[in-house]
């Protein structure tokens, strides 16, 4: 069949993509900007990309199409999409052609919620790979173990599982509902649940309903995987749960009813029982907690957890998830996806723990939509406590930055020209700082900007 996919370089239509052409499709596509890295991996799978939504498309690269898959970046009013819709052609959305004809018949683990889907998906993937599961995955990013973010098959062997990232964010035009009612999970994390996607959502009780909505298709013998401290996460599950359900938590938090508990120094029980001490590279209590999660959801699907313990700690993370971009003078640079305040907290905390009393100097993007939105905003001078230096890039959002920062006195700083933060950056590092930049997308490439200042610093 031959599939053409309209935003093909977002991170999960892009692995869709992939994972057609190595299922034998003959896939093509389309996106508004064509880019590395995703346009990279694509081409060199042999997927035809074009640049851009002309109609022209239909009757060319896309003449003899059979099904055209929708993702979500595209709206009513998009010239490609409108000339498809009078054309009268069969158009299907990403998440359902992905059940259709990936998920379909295998067990599907899903991981959801508002922060770390990423990480845990990979650590569960990794987990059942170890175990010689061989599983199928889509996550929206690249554990640095298999680098890449999407397959079907280890070695051309279709394994019986499939590991997704299970997005909360709607799922096309015509189908507002979350793209992760369309996987039918019987393995489910849920990981956590907070306030997000502020263009889509109005507020958190609209995203439980979603969060209702994949619980109620969970089937009887399937299991969910809680964070037990979670209040949001019990509210969903009290609108009704027919599934099995194993809780998750800290182990210096008490009162959540947890099954599995992690204490700091890694060492993990499951309803009391000692199984096993976690230790690995991963920073930050938050990781300890995916992690956590990823054992849980393993040992359903048949792996021990000393067995998980054990890939675990082998485990190199995710691309982009305190990533080390590079060094200069003494200076390290790191890259992150952080974009939300419980995000940019959870990640200064975790390198704090790291680099212990040596200066941190945030550098923040807030460019998501909920960002840009200011939904949020009122929590972010909060989670620059572990930072000794804030430099927040402003210039594409729509509200007070500097009065909603202004709490933080002298230790934040506002930008709205690149250049004069990546100045003030290199004249403020010292070495033996550490600099951590946070954005969710390319931050105009301050990372490579930053270090060469850095290295020519005289």
């Known amino acids: 069949m031959h599939?053409?996919?309209?935003?093909?370089?977002?991170?999960?239509?892009?692995?869709?993509?992939?994972?057609?052409?190595?299922?034998?499709?003959?896939?093509?596509?389309?996106?508004?900007n064509v880019y590395p890295p995703m346009a990279t991996q694509l081409s060199a799978l042999g997927i035809g990309l074009t640049e851009g939504w002309d109609p022209v498309q239909l009757s060319g690269v896309a003449a003899g199409a059979e099904a055209f898959v929708i993702g979500n970046v595209v709206s009513r009013g998009n010239p490609l999409l409108e000339a498809l819709l009078n054309s009268g052609r069969a158009y299907i959305s990403g998440p359902q052609w992905l059940f259709e004809n990936v998920l379909r018949g295998r067990w599907v683990l899903a991981v959801a919620g508002t922060h770390g889907k990423t990480t845990t998906a990979a650590m569960l993937a990794w987990?059942?790979?170890?175990?010689g599961l061989a599983p199928g995955f889509l996550i929206g990013g690249v554990p640095v173990d298999f680098a890449i973010s999407a397959r079907l098959a280890r070695d051309g062997i279709r394994s019986d599982f499939f590991v997704i990232e299970a997005d909360e964010?709607?799922?096309?035009f015509f189908d507002k509902r979350s793209k992760f009612v369309h996987y039918r999970p019987?393995?489910?994390?849920?990981?956590?649940?907070?306030?997000?996607?502020?263009?889509?959502f109005p507020d958190l009780p609209a995203i439980e309903t979603q969060f209702h909505h994949l619980v109620r298709m969970i089937q009887g013998n399937g299991r969910i995987i809680a964070n037990g401290g979670e209040a949001s996460i019990a509210r969903v599950l009290a609108r009704g749960c027919w599934s099995e359900v194993e809780r998750f938590g800290l182990a210096e938090v008490s009162g959540t009813g947890s099954d599995w508990t992690i204490g700091v120094d890694g060492a993990i029980l499951l309803d009391g029982a000692p199984q096993g001490t976690l230790s690995f590279g991963q920073l930050g209590r938050h990781n300890q907690l995916n992690a956590l999660a990823a054992l849980a959801a393993a040992r359903h699907v048949g792996v021990p957890v000393t067995k998980g313990?054990?890939?675990?700690?082998?485990?190199?993370?995710?691309?982009?998830?305190?990533?080390?971009?590079?060094?200069?003078?003494?200076?390290?640079?790191?890259?992150?996806?952080?974009?939300?305040?419980?995000e940019i907290s959870a990640t200064l905390e975790g390198l704090r723990r790291k680099?212990?009393?040596?200066r941190i100097l945030a550098v923040v993007e807030p460019r998501s939509n909920?960002?840009?939105?200011?939904?949020?905003?009122?929590?972010?001078?909060?989670?620059?406590?572990?930072?000794?230096?804030?430099?927040?890039?402003?210039?594409?959002?729509?509200?007070?930055?500097?009065?909603?920062?202004a709490p933080l006195g002298g230790k934040a700083l506002v930008f709205d020209d690149l250049a004069l933060l990546v100045n003030a950056v290199v004249a403020e590092?010292?070495?033996?700082?550490?600099?951590?930049?946070?954005?969710?997308?390319g931050f105009d490439g301050v990372h490579e900007k930053l270090l060469h200042e850095l290295s020519n610093r005289a």
């Not at 053409?4 to 996106?31: E, N, P, R, W």
């Open 3 to 32: 599939l053409h996919v309209l935003g093909i370089c977002g991170t999960f239509m892009g692995g869709l993509a992939a994972i057609a052409k190595s299922a034998g499709h003959q896939v093509t596509g389309c996106d508004a």
């Open 370 to 405: 909920t960002m840009k939105m200011g939904a949020v905003k009122d929590a972010l001078p909060g989670s620059f406590a572990a930072a000794d230096r804030v430099f927040c890039y402003a210039a594409k959002l729509g509200w007070d930055v500097a009065g909603n920062l």
């Open 127 to 131: 987990i059942l790979d170890c175990a």
């Open 169 to 172: 964010y709607d799922t096309a």
């Open 429 to 441: 590092a010292k070495p033996g700082d550490h600099v951590l930049i946070m954005s969710n997308g």
């Open 186 to 200: 019987r393995t489910a994390i849920l990981n956590n649940l907070e306030y997000d996607h502020a263009d889509i």
């Open 355 to 358: 680099v212990d009393g040596a």
């Open 309 to 342: 313990i054990k890939a675990l700690a082998k485990f190199n993370g995710v691309k982009r998830r305190l990533e080390v971009s590079g060094i200069a003078n003494g200076i390290t640079v790191y890259d992150d996806f952080a974009h939300h305040p419980t």
